[in-house]
């Protein structure tokens, strides 16, 4: 595989022309803060009322899994919602349900003919993952995932801070 189709950057998810965000959303799909509220609040009510309808047939999103939504007015074309672990110092399978995050969010990805796919630092904010921990497993899901496909061919870490962005850019340096 080759190391150019992974990028880290410090910035706004929102505001990137990709085929794909991922949204660090919660169970209820109807928004909340962080980056979900910002995801919601940039992309407008069509992805609100996505994730409606979503909620409505089947009643949310589970953690580890996620759906696909409408960018509304976002410059992507679609939102992936994937819904990440709390933290509980590692008792309850959040590393297993971290990287069904990254893997089914891939695959939706993949499923929808993207090319180009965004993520945030899923469960690192309010839900207390380890930063490091989680960005080995971001990593370490796109790579594996990157190898078994041709049509994904850029795979963005966005980093809110300068903790994090330094985290991944050794991370992917080591790599």
Known sequence: MNKNKLNIIKGDITKLAVDIIVNAANKSLLGGGGVDGAIHKAGGSEILDECIKIRNKQGGCKTGEAVITT???????YVIHTVGPVW???KNHEEELLSNCYRNSLTLAYEHG???IAFPCISTGIYRFPKELAAKIAIDEATKFLQRQEIINEVIFVCFDDETYNIYSILLNDA
């Open 88 to 90: 509980n110092g590692g």
């Open 114 to 116: 993207a090319k180009s």
């Open 71 to 77: 960018g509304g007015k976002l410059k992507a074309n």
